[in-house]
């Protein structure tokens, strides 16, 4: 099944612990991003990646670090969470960056204490 | 502020009736996308508009994109419980550094009483 997965589904930390959130995709996609959806703002991008080894910064990038070593993966890290970073965020990825479906995971929702 | 508006931000109908979503955009839009969330879930691709006056439907649900490529509408005719949820319209917008990326509306919450 064509699918974006992520882990872990839910997460609840403290302040300063690092983590990491995977995202894997099974569709062959070159393009893969990273958002977090809060209430009253939307789904706002985080960073993105148009292929292996190539990342950019989207709207809300502070705090936030991304590596795309192999096609399939593009994992989120939080080097040192803060409360602020409790959010609903969602790995998504697509053929090409435009004119794309873009398929999006079930969504991690991470809470920092 | 966001380069997408959409509005109403919260819509709420009796089953059976037609409903309208509408997203607006200062900038030409390259490609317009609508969205269906259930709470806290991920998002279910509904439509991609490219064409200024496209007109595409699935089932129910019918999206357009204004001649002018600035507004998009989304129409459901006969409302039933099943549509609840909110729907989120993306453009793509492009980056002055590579490539282009996605962008959202705040999103349109719909609640449809049985």
């Known amino acids: 099944e064509a699918q974006v997965t992520q882990n872990p589904r839910y997460l609840i930390t403290v302040t300063g612990k690092k983590l990491t959130v995977t995202c894997s995709q099974n569709?062959?996609?070159?393009?893969m991003s990273w958002y977090r959806q809060d209430p009253g703002l939307g789904l706002r991008q985080i960073y993105y990646s148009m292929n292996v080894e190539v990342t950019d910064k989207g709207d809300v990038p502070e705090g936030y670090k991304v590596s795309r070593k192999e096609k399939r993966n593009f994992p989120l890290i939080l080097e040192s969470p803060s409360p602020n970073q409790t959010s609903l965020y969602f790995c998504?990825?697509?053929?090409?960056?435009?004119?794309?479906?873009?398929?999006f995971g079930p969504g991690t929702r991470l809470t920092v204490l | 502020s966001q380069e997408l508006e959409q509005s109403p931000q919260s819509l709420i109908v009796q089953e059976g009736k037609n409903l309208t979503i509408n997203c607006t955009s200062s900038k030409t839009l390259y490609g317009l996308y609508w969205y269906k969330q259930k709470y806290g879930e991920g998002l279910i691709f509904l439509m991609m508009l490219q064409k200024g006056g496209e007109e595409k439907s699935h089932e129910k649900i019918t999206a357009k994109l204004d001649e002018k490529k600035q507004q998009s509408s989304l129409h459901i005719t006969a409302s039933q419980p099943s549509h609840a949820g909110i729907y989120l319209c993306g453009a793509d917008r492009m980056s002055e550094t590579s490539g282009s990326r996605l962008t959202f509306g705040e999103g349109t919450q719909l609640t449809v009483n049985p």
């Open positions: 569709m062959n996609h070159e393009y």
């Open positions: 998504a990825s697509s053929l090409w960056h435009m004119a794309n479906e873009q398929f």
